[in-house]
């Protein structure tokens, strides 16, 4: 067990609807990743947040978005789903540098299917 | 170009021997990390192994080493004594930036599939 929790384990939509992925850190971790993971695309990062601000941005779509509330816990809002949104998206967090930040740290995964 | 390349998207092992997992990478950064994960066919990813590109000695982590070439630019897990709880997909990953930022996101190969067989 990593420490970092994410809630739905599975969620299963249609087409043109909005989801939200949850994801708690470990305790003390300040940053926050979120990844995808596909057959066609791998694993690839869509964003970060440290201590609540955006930090880093990867392959996100304009339709995805993401925060961090002050409790350093973080949703990943997918909206307008379409079929190959369907993915394993992880969530992953990393202590503040200076304190072991090299590592990241994965959650279990939100499966999603999207009919 | 890509940043990590996992060449072997396949490899089978006997139980109790050695096996070595190929990762090569691509950055002019200085400063990066590298990093091996496992994903079991449950799906979660498990931090296995990292290496600093200034560590000067070879990281080790149990059955687990990493055999850093830097001058060949790879970065290859080596697994000593496999179990059957090894079969797995490992993936090879990389940070690019100074030690000590707060952006550490990471750039992941395409993984290769570890078969043990007893």
């Known amino acids: 067990d990593s420490g970092v929790t994410q809630t739905p384990k599975h969620l299963i939509t249609a087409t043109g609807q909005r989801v939200t992925l949850r994801c708690s850190p470990r305790s003390g971790d300040l940053s926050v990743y979120w990844y995808q993971q596909s057959l066609d695309q791998g694993l690839q990062f869509l964003i970060q947040y440290y201590n609540g601000e955006e930090r880093a941005k990867g392959n996100i779509l304009e339709r995805f978005s993401a925060q961090q509330f002050p409790d350093l816990h973080s949703e990943l809002n997918l909206s307008s789903l379409e079929l190959g949104d369907s993915a394993l998206y992880f969530c992953?967090?990393?202590?503040?540098?200076?304190?072991?930040?090299?590592?990241?740290?994965f959650g279990p995964g939100t499966r999603l299917l999207v009919l | 170009a890509q940043k990590i390349t996992q060449t072997q998207p396949g490899m089978f092992v006997q139980e109790k021997e050695a096996v070595t997992l190929d990762c090569t990478y691509d950055t002019s950064d200085p400063s990066y990390g590298l990093f091996w994960y496992k994903q079991p066919s449950s799906g979660e990813m498990i931090f296995l192994i990292y290496?600093?590109?200034?560590?000067?000695q070879n990281a080790t982590e149990g059955r687990y080493s990493l055999n850093f070439q830097k001058a060949r630019k790879s970065a290859n897990l080596v697994i000593s004594a496999s179990q059957l709880g090894d079969s797995a997909m490992y993936f090879c990953?990389?940070?690019?930036?100074?030690?000590?930022?707060?952006?550490?996101?990471?750039?992941f190969g395409k993984g290769t599939l570890l078969t043990v067989n007893p």
């Open positions: 992953a967090s990393s202590a503040p540098p200076g304190q072991g930040g090299e590592t990241q740290y």
């Open positions: 990953a990389m940070r690019e930036g100074r030690s000590g930022g707060s952006n550490y996101k990471l750039t």
């Open positions: 290496q600093g590109s200034y560590d000067q």
